[in-house]
């Protein structure tokens, strides 16, 4: 309207209104460029701090144990003065910003009133119409001022923008289009499957074959970077193989909903992660209709009777922080009773035992053991220790990505090769 009312009177009053538009904006978008880089910066470096922090609190035992409390706050101060010292930078541009654009609105505001002044004297405009434009101007510079808050603000957020629009972005899992409904699993077969990782020179699988039943147990073994961890991940979809397929009930992964299959897995690694709350929280985390009956049930055959008689409450004792201390034998009981809560038709244990004490590494590979015997799902072993494996009805042997020996625990003793190796080290004989 401003506008179109200074063509009605003057040409040069709207050509100060139309020059004066693109002026503010590209003054505002130059000088904001700069404020984006340091919004990135303080970005990066406060989720730097957040994580640091995390891991700070979570191991707050260890850093006190070894009196590591003072460097751990100056490693925190520092970054945290870094971030100080980017908000008064970006404080600073921001400061410059306003600065500059404001002059510049003002500057084109003179520039307005003297172009005004020569047309009253001109007499080509009256008074009455000069203080017209005058007050139609702080429409039209009022708007003006705040665009450059809105590209401000803009740029402030378009770095957290760009962040989310990046994890937006994340691929997701790909379902097939008509999935194939999966039935209580009763195989499970790896055929000629193997995969490679995005940064890998050789491939950590090569053309690994093998098939297990409902009811049997089987488990892998190998040293370090062999491709157990890898073997794992592909069984529950979290990898595609890059040739071969995995099979359940014969029924290639490709062609089922992997959500819908990871329902019938019960998974156990070697970083138990409990939740601080009651027993029967923890428990239900995987199943949250799940009866007090089923809770207790699978707490007696993961041998958890040792916690439950030190739980005053029952299911409803709270367990870490601000209740019972539990043990790391506990911990992996726990678990366990958690993966069987689902009642899965595949029960993987992924280095249960790893980082436990002899003792009750032996009390855990009785559980399992114990658990291994139930026909009602397969049950899928991956350790370093072989102690802990040797119920199992087969064992594969894994080198370099290869399964290159197989058979039960006294069957590979008998080969003497890699296994015998392994376990004559673990064991000790000579």
């Not at 020569?118 to 007050?135: N, V």
């Not at 979290?238 to 019960?266: F, M």
């Not at 397969?378 to 370099?400: P, Q």
């Amino acid at each position: 309207f401003v506008i179109v009312y200074s063509l009605s009177v003057s040409y040069k009053v709207s050509l100060i209104y139309a020059a004066s538009i693109p002026i503010i904006s590209f003054l505002s978008w130059f000088l904001s460029r700069k404020i984006k880089t340091i919004q990135r910066s303080i970005v990066a470096e406060t989720t730097a701090l957040a994580g640091s922090t995390t891991e700070s609190l979570r191991n707050i035992e260890l850093v006190k144990s070894l009196g590591l409390a003072s460097q751990e706050i100056d490693r925190l101060n520092k970054t945290t003065y870094k971030i100080l010292g980017l908000e008064l930078r970006k404080v600073k541009y921001v400061r410059s910003m306003s600065f500059v654009q404001g002059t510049t609105v003002n500057l084109v505001r003179s520039t307005m009133v003297v172009v005004l002044l020569m047309l009253i004297f001109d007499k080509a405009i009256t008074p009455g119409q000069y203080f017209s434009f005058l007050f139609y101007s702080f429409f039209l510079f009022g708007p003006l001022q705040e665009l450059g808050n809105v590209i401000l603000a803009w740029r402030e957020a378009e770095v957290s923008l760009g962040n989310f629009k990046n994890i937006l972005n994340t691929p997701v899992d790909k379902k097939p289009l008509n999935p194939i409904q999966l039935e209580k699993i009763e195989t499970v077969a790896f055929s000629n499957v193997s995969f490679k990782h995005l940064s890998g020179k050789t491939n950590a699988l090569n053309h690994v074959n093998f098939v297990v039943n409902n009811g049997e147990t089987i488990a892998f073994v190998g040293p370090s970077g062999s491709g157990k961890t890898t073997l794992v991940k592909l069984l529950v979809g979290l990898y595609q193989p890059i040739e071969g397929q995995v099979l359940y009930n014969r029924t290639s992964g490709t062609e089922i909903d992997l959500d819908l299959l990871r329902e019938k897995i019960g998974f156990v690694t070697q970083d138990t992660q409990l939740f601080s709350g009651t027993i029967r929280e923890n428990l239900q985390f995987v199943k949250p209709g799940a009866s007090d009956e089923d809770c207790m049930r699978v707490l007696h055959q993961a041998a958890c009777q040792n916690l439950l008689a030190r739980a005053d409450k029952g299911l409803d004792t709270v367990i870490g922080e601000g209740g019972v201390k539990v043990s790391g034998g506990e911990k992996q009981r726990l678990s366990i009773a958690r993966a069987l809560l689902r009642n899965p038709d595949i029960l993987v244990f992924d280095e249960a035992t790893s980082s436990l004490d002899s003792l009750t590494e032996e009390e855990i590979t009785a559980t399992i053991r114990d658990v291994s015997v139930l026909t009602s799902h397969v049950t899928i072993l991956i350790a370093h220790r072989l102690s802990t494996i040797r119920h199992a009805d087969r064992i594969y042997v894994l080198e370099k990505g290869h399964i290159i020996e197989q058979g039960k625990h006294e069957d590979l003793l008998a080969e003497k090769g890699l296994y015998f190796a392994m376990w004559r080290q673990q064991v000790g004989e000579r």
